[in-house]
């Protein structure tokens, strides 16, 4: 009897050993075919690397990378599956946006802020046009939208793909040119952040650049010309300077510098048009964000333009619409709802230090325009 009690006791502690391990498998990473992570952070490590692996692997097809030996390709695979392990913790935790394998995911930390930080940390010293204005300063009276998407307004291209080159700063000077020119002439034209690149001498190209500077080159040499006659190379290049006379060219008559400090002023901005800012895109959660509205870790380290399109709220919280120049394989389709109107009047990732704004003399900013 007593064998036979010993052996009933071994087979319900190995009952409980088996059922312990399959609820563990049950927790390893998998990932759906819109690439969401669906599991829980709790796994084994041999099992969580095979499933990484085969996540790797398409991850590579969906994203068209390559790499230049197997070595390079372990060790890509290597900071993948750290980052995977990142998004799947972050995301258990139920927080107001989500996390994803966006282009970055083969990248660390340091390797993205080198890639996609582009934009001078502050204005350039020497200011030719640009002026500090109180024109979206806000008052009693004011009767702004509750919501504002330039998108439907048919004021936003494409979005676009920087690449390796280090071009926000174009990028996001561009994006507000071609907004406020819908606004003007009602014709919705993709411009050349090239001709900046290539023209623009007082910035560095891919090697990053100032907002403020390429809107003074606009000013002063004739407009930005269109992408189809300069189209992106995302590379330094020689100057085409027999395209200046080209009557296709768009035209601002000079800039602004947004209030600092002011998301409200930044709000009223916004709802005339849309309005380039540097922000702080430094954090691992904003490299791998997905959708949601971004409250996340996020400094006020100015490195990266933005267009800023739109604002509005969602379930209860605030969010402005920025749009990044990374693809639409990053964030929600390209864009992001960082938070809006948070404690730090500097506004979330600094989107309220450094923000400015193209200007054309038959542009009325009338708030009742806007209505």
């Known amino acids: 009897m007593g064998s036979a ?18 609820a563990m498998d049950m927790s390893v990473v998998s990932y759906d075919d819109n690439h969401h992570v669906t ?15 085969l996540i790797f692997d398409s ?3 969906k994203h068209a990378k390559a790499y ?7 060790r890509r695979l290597t900071i993948f599956k750290d980052n ?16 994803g394998l966006t282009r970055f995911a083969d990248l660390s930390l340091r390797e993205y802020k080198e890639v996609c930080h582009g934009a001078d940390p502050g204005p350039p010293k020497n200011h030719v046009i640009m002026t500090s204005s109180d024109r979206y300063k806000t008052s009693v009276g004011d009767v702004l939208p509750k919501s504002v998407d330039w998108r439907k307004k048919g004021a936003v291209t494409e979005i676009k793909y920087q690449g390796d080159c280090r071009s926000c700063w174009a990028f996001s000077t561009v994006g507000a040119v071609e907004g406020l020119n819908k606004i003007v002439t009602g014709e919705l034209v993709t411009l050349s952040e090239q001709d900046l690149i290539n023209c623009n001498k007082e910035n560095n190209g891919c090697g990053g650049g100032k907002v403020e500077t390429a809107y003074e080159f606009i000013v002063e040499n004739g407009g930005l010309r269109t992408n189809s006659d300069y189209p992106y190379k995302a590379v330094n290049g020689v100057c085409d300077a027999s395209l200046k006379a080209n009557n296709k060219n768009v035209m601002i008559d000079g800039y602004e510098n947004l209030l600092a400090n002011d998301e409200h002023a930044l709000r009223k901005a916004v709802a005339h048009q849309p309005v380039t800012a540097v922000i702080d895109s430094s954090s691992r959660e904003f490299q791998l964000y997905e959708s949601g509205v971004f409250d996340g870790t996020c400094g006020t380290n100015l490195n990266h333009g933005v267009v800023v399109v739109g604002y509005g709220t969602e379930k209860g919280r605030d969010y402005w619409i920025v749009r990044n120049s990374w ?25 309220a230090m450094r923000a400015s704004y193209p200007l054309r003399n038959s542009f009325s900013t009338d708030i009742r325009s806007m209505a």
């Open 59 to 61: 991850w590579i097809v």
């Open 39 to 53: 599991a829980g952070p709790g796994r084994r490590q041999s099992i969580f690397d095979a499933e990484a692996e």
């Open 84 to 99: 995977l392990r990142f998004i799947t913790n972050r995301n258990a935790e139920n927080l107001g946006y989500r996390l």
């Open 68 to 74: 230049n030996s197997v070595a390079e390709k372990e």
């Open 327 to 351: 693809g639409n394989t990053w964030g929600e389709a390209g864009y992001m709802k960082m938070a809006r109107n948070t404690a730090d009047p500097r506004g979330f990732c600094g989107i």
């Open 5 to 22: 009690k010993s052996a009933i006791l071994i087979l319900l502690v190995a009952m409980v050993i088996i059922s312990c391990v399959t």
